[in-house]
């Protein structure tokens, strides 16, 4: 355990609001906060940035593809506007963020994506990172069969269990057991989210674990943590994980977290 003075954890706090914020001048963001917010503001900057975004066991540009997808999971959009900014200054592409965003829709649904979505092309196009000819690039266009083919192959690497290439026929149970969510469920998350080329399925896992982190679908989180440790995610990446949640959604939620965690690695 270390023993810092107030004064160090400060100094790493505005370094911190230094990088975030794009600002030569964090004492000034510091001070604001302070004096808008009294000792939650002193919070935010000597707790949330001097010791959780100050933490080196993970990169800034991976805290920040979490604290967006948890932001947006929740639809905090005032927040999600400083930090869609921070993650272009931590080392995220524009394409990455509105990639977490298209990604979110599966997850979090559709009106919170779209949400998201809003605020981030609001940011980007005010830091100078819109699209060239003012358009998005539409999705592929796929027909059902690759759809499933994809998706097959997205739900074995997720499940671990091999996955028929071809759709199977009905017997009333669904595709893969649960009626006709299943088939949906491969089609579009998996066959049309999972298979973009966008982000790694290591960031695609990351950042489903921090919406269903923020929240709190823990039987999802016991699917999506060992998926997570297939495709790359390290145990201590989702400790970090679990310390930048209680942050961002509450303590009670990291706390659930780290349970399914320490289940699956008991059990593995």
Known sequence: MSDQTHAQRR???????RVLGGTDTPEVTAQT????????GSFVVDFA??????????SRRDRSLMVISILGALNMTRQLRTHVRGAIHH????????????????????????????????????????????KLAPAARLSDAERWKLGAEGLSAITGR???PTRPADDGRGPV????????????????????????????????CSILGALGRTDELKIHVPAALRNGVTRDE??????TLAAYAGFPFAVEFRAVLMEHLKMD
Not at 11 to 17: G, H, Q, R, S
Not at 50 to 55: A, E, H, L, T, Y
């Open 162 to 164: 091999p996955i028929p």
């Open 11 to 17: 100094a790493k706090a505005l370094e911190v609001l």
């Open 49 to 58: 940035m001097g010791d959780i975004w100050s933490r080196n066991a993970l």
């Open 91 to 134: 080392g995220m592409t524009p394409e990455e963020v509105r990639e977490v965003f298209t990604h979110m829709c599966g997850y979090a649904g559709f009106p919170r994506a779209l949400d998201a979505m809003h605020i981030a092309n609001e940011v980007l196009e005010e830091m100078g990172c819109g699209p060239k000819d003012g």
């Open 33 to 40: 906060l302070e004096d808008r917010n009294g000792p939650l």
């Open 238 to 243: 989702l400790e970090e994980l679990i310390v």
């Open 177 to 208: 057991g649960l009626g006709p969510l299943g088939g949906i469920a491969v089609d579009f998350c998996f066959g049309e989210i999972w298979s973009r080329t966008q982000l790694k399925r290591r960031d695609r896992s990351v950042l489903v």
